[in-house]
């Protein structure tokens, strides 16, 4: 079973993120965590109000050390990048990769390496080739890999390329793609 | 008698599996021909930082890393910067810097003297932004900096006072918004693509070999600036350096992390007060 859900977005994401958050139940039976470029600069808040006023699910800006716990949603602050050790995650300044930090393939590579087959990787909407490396490691681990439709992202440059390196991966649109975390993931017993 | 393994070898997850004992083989090495013990680091962005170095050399694998460092200690220094830099800017993010002028140094400017220690400085950008905002507030000729890293090489770097030229229009920008009172270009000379800081500014700057993980305290300090350092280490050692910071901390000093860490978890949170919460600045009580 599915416990760690990876989500990588760029240019358009926020929306994106939004819709698949707004219908996902509160007790996902997994940790999902969120590689989102934006401006270093951006508001320190007002990312991670704008996605948990959307969803039901509890949504955290990473801090370091963070233990995953099922039902919670991580956001990867600014200016970082944001890594999974086994049981948490871990943040480093190091420099950006293909110009962005937090980077998407960092966040998707430690992903697949630190949790193998029970890690699913979703890249979404961006005008970059961030996440399509990623993407391919947590699928040869064994990991489930998903790509927004193409066609319906706002730009289709960061699934495309997602797609051209994992080609089995499941092609969704962005209403589709919750159901099918919550069948990967399954929901938790005790649901808060 | 045929092998037999878990994974296959060839197989993704054998390959996995057999980089992570190469991994630890690494570390083993490293500890026991060098000294340095990075084996409590957090590991993803451990092996990443390995990964740039095995590249770098162009040694293949992790173990081919291991051969040439083991035979050759000019690998060791190379894989040393790589593990202990820790890319940072002057004045990242300003409002902490704004935080210290308001909330600590008004505190600093009541002691005769104080001694401050910046644990793993790197190349040395925070102690020249520290030293700005001392200097501005009028209390740097009555402050000792221990500036400290694990890398000599580093504080070397970090000693000369010469940095990229090309960061200076981001270092300017982030003063301004640090609460800056000059023009940032006074505290440094330009030459050609470099630029060299003020001598005057780290008169008072003391650099000195320090290990996180190994080493013991040295002094006594009214306030410990250690931000992004801890991040590259496990839970385990994290607690073992705030005890470190907790004892080498006077009564009412300061501790600053940065922003994204905080003293949750290290058992030592209740003899702290928050001083700022989203400054993650925090001050000894107990």
């Given amino acids: ?192 | 008698m045929a092998v037999q393994v878990e994974h296959q070898p060839s197989s993704p997850e054998g390959r996995l599996e057999t980089e992570q004992l190469e991994l630890e083989l690494l570390l083993e090495g490293v500890y026991r021909q060098y000294g340095f013990d990075f084996r409590e680091y957090a590991p993803a962005s451990l092996k990443r930082r390995v990964w740039r170095r095995v590249d770098a050399e162009k040694a293949g694998t992790i173990t081919g890393l291991l051969e040439r460092l083991l035979h050759d200690p000019d690998v060791m220094e190379r894989l040393l910067l790589d593990l202990s830099i820790n890319v940072t800017s002057m004045f990242r993010d300003p409002t902490f810097y704004a935080a210290l002028r308001t909330q600590v140094v008004p505190v600093l400017r009541t002691y005769p003297f104080t001694r401050i220690w910046v644990a793993g400085c790197s190349t040395g950008e925070e102690v020249y932004s520290l030293a700005i905002v001392l200097h501005e507030e009028g209390v740097d000729d009555r402050t000792r900096i221990y500036a400290t890293d694990i890398n000599e090489a580093v504080l070397e770097r970090a000693r000369a006072g010469v940095f990229p030229l090309d960061k200076m229009k981001e270092y300017t920008e982030n003063y301004i918004r640090a609460g800056g009172r000059r023009s940032f270009s006074e505290y440094y000379l330009a030459k050609y693509e470099r630029v060299l800081f003020d001598r005057s500014l780290t008169e008072n700057v003391v650099w000195a070999p320090h290990n996180l993980v190994q080493d013991r305290g040295f002094n006594t300090f009214n306030l410990i600036m250690c931000r992004n350092v801890m991040i590259y280490f496990d839970r385990t050692l994290q607690t073992r350096v705030h005890e470190l910071f907790y004892d080498s901390l006077e009564r009412l000093g300061f501790l600053a992390l940065g922003h994204k860490e905080s003293i949750r978890f290290t058992g030592l949170e209740d003899r702290y007060e928050e001083v700022d919460a989203q400054e993650k600045l925090y001050r000894k009580v107990g």
Avoid at chain 1, 110 to 129: D, F, I, K, M, P
Wanted: with cysteine.
């Fill in chain 1, 1 to 192: 079973m599915t416990d760690l859900v990876v989500i990588g977005a760029s240019w358009g994401g926020l929306d994106a993120l939004r819709a698949i958050l707004a219908t996902m139940p509160a007790g996902l039976d997994a940790a999902v965590v969120v590689a989102q470029h934006r401006s270093p600069e951006s508001h320190r808040t007002a990312f991670r109000d704008l996605l948990g006023a959307s969803t039901r699910m509890q949504v955290r800006e990473a801090a370091d050390k963070d233990a995953l716990r099922t039902g919670t949603v991580y956001v990867a602050p600014p200016d970082y990048h944001l890594l999974v050790d086994p049981d948490s995650v871990s943040l480093s300044t190091d420099e950006a990769v293909h110009f962005a930090r937090p980077s998407i393939d960092v966040l998707f590579e430690s992903a697949a390496e630190s949790h193998r087959e029970r890690c699913a990787g979703v890249v979404l909407t961006g005008a970059n080739a961030d996440g399509a490396h990623g993407l391919q490691r947590i699928a040869e681990l064994g990991g489930g890999a998903i790509v927004q439709d193409p066609e319906e992202a706002v730009r289709d440059e960061m699934p495309r390329a997602a797609l051209k390196a994992v080609p089995e991966a499941r092609v969704l649109p962005v209403a589709a793609i919750a159901s099918l975390l919550v069948e990967l993931c399954g929901l938790a017993k005790v649901s808060a």
